[in-house]
């Protein structure tokens, strides 16, 4: 499977707070799953299969106060661990978590080390939403818990949880390339409890997690937001990121609706995640 590369010219307005992370946010809307900053761009990557470009160009030229220019390309599979292994650097959380991949030297000594190798998949500890999710799940006793990653991307929120004595772990992700990459992830972290399955939160049907994680997208999100109530107990945990500060407000009413209440939620660069606890009847 290809991916699309989209680049995006930031526009300059000293009026717009912020606008980088403006623009990843309507590019998250769009479908593009990761990301990298620079000072004058923004680079977004989605994969290919049934992605329309056209429709996506269209979208993004509504906003000439955000973006001057987009260009897209093909980035072939064979190229895209190079693409990475050049924009990979070891990510330090909290002081406490470093994530780093097979190729990185000298990585630092702390309580967690999470070896993770992207290979097409989103979720290397370096985006806001990744980074979150660690901090939140820092303070969660998963212990004993039986635990969900929903959308798990390369595994590193699902590989955290196992190193964090969850037991067990399911990973799911729809895309087939995420899922072979969580696997090799297990692998090298030496990670064997964790179920991996490929598909969408349908899997979830009939079974039940003491805590659910869940870094997606803001449409995703609101529409599996029922079927992740429906796999908790009552005092159940659902951590969410993948959205944009000004989403936060429909997150959350989306969860209260399903019995989700609020306790914490963290915040960089206007990204944001979020811890809720389902209510009893």
Sequence with gaps: MDYIECTCMVAKDNEIPDISEIVIALLAELGFDSFEESEDAVKAYTPSENFDVGAMLERIREHPELITSVDTRRVKQENWNQLWESNFPIAEIADRVVVYAPFHTDVPEMEYRICIMPQMAFGTGHHETTALM?????????????????????????IFAAMKKAQPVTAIDIDEWAYCNAAGNCERNHISNIEILQGDSSLTA???????????????LLSDMATYSK???????????????????????AAKQNRLMLTKHLEKKDWVAAMYRKESN
């Design 134 to 158: 660690i901090e939140l799940m820092l303070d969660v006793d998963v212990a004993g818990k039986r635990l969900l990653d929903m959308g798990c991307g390369t595994g590193i929120l699902a």
């Design 206 to 220: 009939g079974r039940s997690f003491d805590i659910v994680l869940a870094n997606i997208n803001h449409n995703i």
């Design 231 to 253: 796999c908790l107990p009552s005092g159940g945990l659902l951590l969410v990121s993948g959205f944009y500060s000004s989403d936060f407000p429909d997150i959350t009413a």
